[in-house]
């Protein structure tokens, strides 16, 4: 049985068969007003002239939602990159694993959008590499930011209070549940 504020859609029963106490945590309006955010931190800090890129494959979505957000801005390139951590199921060093064409970095201004910022690892990495690849500026911007996170994004959509597993809007479990509207916490899986 669906919990009582799940939407009626066929997925939400693997969610309810996949997950221990799933509770929505934010509907798909609040997701929209989060996205709009941060397109308007976008636009009212840089004036057009920049790289939008997305931290795959969580931002995939998030990253055309706010580049369409952004109508009417002039001069965004879209990028992305992929940063893999993990051998097997073994978390290890992080490296750059897609890079994006390196004429889109050299002397210029970055905004990286992903979809959370766990411990800020990810981001400070994706931040050396651009630097040391001749960016001129660097700028993250995160749907959402854990409270464990070491080394904050410059603009949060949404500032998490706890540290719990969410899944949902951009956010996998397994690679799967990315396509939602929704975010959803968890308590575990099944």
Do not use: W
């Not at 981001?123 to 080394?151: M, N, R, T, W």
């Amino acid at each position: 049985m669906l919990p009582a504020n799940f939407p009626d859609a066929p997925i939400n029963q693997r969610i309810v068969d996949t997950f221990e106490n799933p509770q929505i945590l934010y509907d798909a309006d609040t997701v929209r007003g989060f996205v709009q955010r941060m397109a308007d931190y976008i636009t009212s800090t840089f004036d057009g002239n920049f790289v939008l890129m997305g931290v795959m494959n969580g931002a995939l979505q998030l990253q055309a939602d706010v580049l369409r957000a952004l109508y009417g801005v002039d001069g965004v390139l879209t990028e992305t990159i992929r940063v893999a951590s993990y051998e097997g199921t073994t978390r290890g060093e992080l490296s750059i694993v897609s890079k994006p064409a390196s004429e889109n970095i050299k002397d210029k201004t970055i905004v990286v959008v992903d979809d959370v910022n766990d411990s800020g690892t990810t981001l400070k990495a994706i931040q050396d590499y651009l630097y040391g690849e001749g960016a001129k500026e660097v700028h993250s911007i995160v749907l959402f930011e854990k409270p464990c996170a070491k080394y904050p994004a410059n603009f949060v959509a949404e500032p998490l209070i706890d540290n719990d597993f969410i899944v949902g809007y951009c956010l996998d479990c397994h690679g799967l549940f990315r396509n939602l509207d929704y975010v959803f916490k968890v308590d575990g899986l099944r």
